[in-house]
């Protein structure tokens, strides 16, 4: 391995380290939300500054390893998606970070058991978690192959989180009184139904890099969430 390759394989190994915190990150901060843990919520919320301090160095390491090898072609690729993924996956830790300040805010109060499995809200973590990490799967076996299963499970979010506002509102109907907390857990489904967006986006990058494809932009989706069509170029 030359200096190059050394330098590239480094950059790849920061991001996996904070791959790796910002997943659990998302998977302490549900069972911080569904336990109603003020504890674990404020473990998640004081690691944030770590996951911060990692795409800060990861952007300033890809831009310092472009001026000094000028990279191209699928060297350049990889450099560029690590800048983006690096980027998303510090959005997806301050998703995980406000869903834990939600739970320090409400100091431990949950939602109705029977509200809580009617708005699926375990299983639409469980599938985010699923996604982020199938996505760690593909950038470090470079296999694109999986990258459809992970975009599947984006529009499986998406169906949960229109069904989830439905439940939601239902609920609300029947219990005025409680519009303020409803209100804050439609801020939650949002975050997660964001969630798997950045997944898609990572994925996008992923596909970008392995197999110089631009998925951006041909994914659609109707408002509701149905797939109209996609485009591989």
Not at 8 to 37: H, I, N, P, T, Y
Not at 110 to 132: G, S, V, W
Not at 176 to 195: A, D, N, V
């Amino acid at each position: 391995m030359n200096h190059t390759e050394a330098e590239l394989q480094r950059l790849k190994d920061e991001v996996s380290q904070m791959w790796k915190l910002v997943l659990s990150q998302l998977e302490k901060a549900k069972q911080a939300f569904l336990s109603g843990d003020v504890e674990q919520a404020q473990e998640v919320a004081g690691r944030e500054k770590r996951v911060d301090a990692y795409e800060l160095r990861i952007d300033s390491d890809c831009e310092n390893y472009i001026a000094l090898y000028s990279p191209v072609a699928v060297d350049l690729r990889l450099v560029l998606s690590l800048i983006k993924i690096s980027i998303t996956l510090e959005r997806i830790g301050d998703f995980a970070e406000s869903i834990a300040r939600h739970v320090v805010d409400e100091n431990g109060r949950t939602m109705d058991a029977l509200l809580l499995d009617d708005l699926q809200l375990e299983k639409m973590f469980d599938t985010l978690i699923n996604m982020l990490s199938d996505c760690f799967v593909a950038l470090e076996s470079e296999n694109t192959k999986i990258s459809g299963r992970i975009i599947s499970k984006d529009y499986e979010v998406d169906k949960l989180y229109y069904s989830s506002l439905d439940v939601l509102t239902a609920y609300l109907q029947d219990n005025p009184s409680s519009i303020r907390s409803g209100l804050r857990t439609m801020l939650i489904i949002r975050k997660l139904e964001r969630i798997g967006d950045h997944c898609r986006n990572i994925v996008e990058e992923i596909v970008f890099y392995v197999d110089a494809k631009v998925l951006k932009h041909g994914w659609k989706k109707k408002p509701e969430g149905t797939i109209i069509s996609h485009s591989n170029s």
